[in-house]
């Protein structure tokens, strides 16, 4: 086979793997977001702080608890940190 033909055919399997890498990324950046959104929507204080994104993003890895518990420990209320830890993994 000739340089070129592999040359071409590596770079279109290399397009298409980094395309579907960026295809799948936005959606977990929108779970987080969501999260998010709930604890600012039910505590109507504005932007949430460091902490919470980082407990959504826990609850986005399907560990419901910690995410619970890092909302709590944030000053979110437990109803709020649970549904909120609900969605995240959606």
Same mark, same amino acid.
């Given at each position: ?16 793997t ?8 936005p959606?977990?950046?929108?779970d987080?977001?969501?999260c998010?959104?709930q =604890?600012?929507?039910? @505590?109507?204080? %504005?932007e ?6 980082? &407990? !959504?993003? #826990?609850?986005?890895?399907?560990n419901?608890?910690?995410? =619970?518990?890092?909302? @709590?420990?944030? %000053? ?7 549904? &909120? !830890?609900? #969605?995240?993994?959606?």
């Amino acid at each position: 086979m000739r340089a070129s033909i592999r040359c071409a055919g590596v770079l279109t399997a290399l397009t298409l793997t980094l395309g579907g890498a960026a295809l799948t990324a936005p959606a977990a950046h929108a779970d987080i977001t969501d999260c998010v959104n709930q =604890v600012e929507h039910e @505590t109507r204080g %504005g932007e949430a702080p460091d902490s919470v994104r980082m &407990a !959504c993003y #826990v609850g986005l890895t399907g560990n419901h608890d910690q995410c =619970v518990s890092g909302l @709590t420990d944030a %000053g979110v209320t437990g109803t709020t940190a649970a549904s &909120a !830890c609900r #969605v995240a993994p959606r």
